[in-house]
């Protein structure tokens, strides 16, 4: 399985950006999905998961209700979207795959990691 994350870049305080995650070599609906970020000097962390089927989703508190977790079979891929960015929100963000299905809160409920986009966000 590898996964292919993009998406980032960089935008103003109160902007959005959408993140994109493909997976390849496994069967997507089998998979639940998470995004996390690490920012430079920190752990990573948890920011939002989706459940296999889709109809179940988690997110960190620090991005409910500004971010929006989504997925799409027919293309393969998890969404990101992020609205009302803040800096805080700068960091490196990875998709990852967790065959146990539920779309974990947890690193290591995780198999499979992207190799992760840079979102930098400026005041």
């Known amino acids: 399985v590898q996964l292919q994350a993009s998406g980032g870049g960089m935008a103003q305080s109160g902007g959005s950006l959408r993140l994109s995650c493909v997976l390849s070599?496994?069967?997507?609906?089998?998979?639940?999905m998470g995004w996390f970020r690490q920012a430079p000097g920190k752990e990573r962390e948890f920011v939002a998961a989706?459940?296999?089927?889709?109809?179940?989703?988690r997110y960190a508190d620090s991005v409910k209700g500004r971010f929006t977790i989504s997925r799409d079979s027919a293309e393969n891929t998890v969404y990101l979207q992020m609205n009302s960015l803040k800096p805080e929100d700068t960091a490196v963000y990875y998709c990852?795959?967790?065959?146990?299905?539920?779309?974990?809160?947890?690193?290591?409920?995780?198999?499979?990691w992207g190799q992760g986009t840079l979102v930098t966000v400026s005041s």
């Open positions: 990852a795959a967790d065959l146990g299905g539920v779309g974990s809160t947890l690193t290591m409920s995780y198999q499979y």
């Open positions: 070599g496994g069967t997507f609906s089998r998979y639940g």
């Open positions: 989706i459940s296999w089927s889709g109809g179940t989703t």
